[in-house]
């Protein structure tokens, strides 16, 4: 009998708790998930149109590694234009979204034995991405009264001659938080005074609320930021895979041997309709529309949750979710979890799935309709009531 042999890193790959609890949830009736992070929008039409009129005029052959020079032009142009940042084309890699960008990095970058610093809790690639390129995760922990921002002091303390490498995302998935620009700053000379990468996932920075601005860490530490950025988030695109890097041109002319022959490139007609994203007045009309409604929902969900004994929500500035502290339950993450969907058929993430310091929390995404969050949380509230 054929023995089935698998390399060790991919066994120490973890399963996503998430996908465990949504096949739980999935022979069950009348659940609603408040567990999923993706846009229930529909794409614009203006880019769906684009995509159309691509195929039609031929955009069906094979693409240059670094992406359809049309597309790296805009994704330069956007950065002058929203962020007054230049950015020269070369520095430019189009991937299959933020997951390859951020893949990237971590096999381009680090070896054997090299330390990258991750912060606890993290959305859950990083992880699994430092297991793959072999490399040592050191977890930083984030607290509430920080603001769930890392503490510049106690990053230095993180730091050995090992370290290559440090992930931030702000706006932060799975905590909503955002970063002040004092923090990035301390971060940014951080990263180099001691020679260290900063890899820099930003796939939520137009959903902010509040007043709060977006940091893109690459005004800060440019030669040492590598950005990870995403159509999926802010055009409601998950399904299209589109996504890019941004880095010194050294690392982009690196990332594309990895990426050309083992990845492969996005689409042609796709990379033509982010052109069209990136371009066109109605798709920022369209992402400004569902930011305001991302607005509403979130104060619906803040103020609902006021209402739910035992859970303490924090206040989130970016992204679609609420963590909420659940101690007082007197559950753990996880239990608290399984709980609420065999109790109330209420899906939930326990806050451990993104790392042990989760432990106490669980994530809440608003990405839903109002009138589920509206039924979730009221199944919520009637289930703690009698806890
Ligand atoms: N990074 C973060 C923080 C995310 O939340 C996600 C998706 O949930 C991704 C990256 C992956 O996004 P993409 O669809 O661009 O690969």
Redesign the pocket.
């Known amino acids: 009998k054929h023995k089935y042999f698998v390399a060790n890193r991919i066994n120490l790959i973890q399963r996503s708790k998430i996908r465990e609890l949504f096949e739980r949830a999935s022979k069950m009736e009348n659940v609603i998930s408040l567990g999923i992070?993706?846009p229930d929008f529909d794409t614009p039409q203006n880019i769906k149109d684009a995509a159309k009129r691509a195929l039609d005029e031929g955009w069906t052959h094979y693409t240059p590694n670094a992406g359809v020079p049309e597309l790296r032009n805009a994704i330069s142009e956007y950065y002058a234009d929203h962020h007054g940042i230049e950015i020269p084309v070369q520095n430019v890699l189009v991937t299959?979204?933020?997951?390859?960008a951020?893949y990237l990095a971590f096999e381009s970058l680090l070896e054997d034995g090299d330390e990258v610093i991750i912060p606890d809790p993290a959305?859950v690639?990083y992880a699994e991405d430092a297991k793959v390129a072999e490399a040592k995760a050191i977890r930083l922990p984030l607290r509430e009264e920080n603001d769930f921002q890392p503490d510049p002091d106690e990053l230095l303390e993180l730091i050995t001659k090992k370290t290559r490498m440090i992930v931030l995302?702000y706006p932060?998935?799975p905590t909503g938080a955002t970063l002040d620009e004092d923090i990035a700053k301390a971060i940014a000379d951080i990263a180099q005074d001691y020679n260290i990468y900063i890899l820099s996932?930003e796939?939520?920075e137009h959903f902010l609320y509040d007043g709060a601005k977006h940091i893109p860490m690459i005004k800060y530490a440019p030669d040492n930021t590598i950005l990870?950025n995403?159509?999926?988030?802010t055009f409601a695109m998950?399904g299209w895979?589109l996504?890019f890097t941004i880095a010194p041109e050294e690392i982009i002319r690196d990332m594309i041997k990895l990426h050309a022959y083992i990845i492969g490139n996005v689409a042609s007609f796709v990379q033509i309709a982010g052109v069209a994203a990136l371009r066109e007045e109605a798709s920022w009309k369209a992402v400004e529309n569902m930011r305001k409604e991302y607005a509403k929902r979130r104060r619906l969900v803040l103020e609902k949750l006021k209402e739910v004994p035992y859970i303490k929500a924090f206040e989130p500035k970016g992204?679609f979710y609420v963590f909420a502290n659940i101690r007082e339950t007197g559950m753990k993450s996880e239990e608290f979890a399984e709980w609420l969907l065999d109790k109330a058929g209420v899906v939930v993430i326990p806050g451990t799935a993104f790392g042990p310091n989760g432990e106490g929390y669980i994530r809440i995404s608003y990405a839903t309709k109002q009138e589920n969050l509206l039924e979730a949380i009221s199944r919520m509230k009637k289930v703690l009531e009698g806890l």
């Open positions: 992070g993706e299959a979204g933020a997951y390859e951020t959305f690639c995302n932060n998935n996932d796939p939520y990870a995403s159509f999926s988030k998950t895979r996504g992204a």
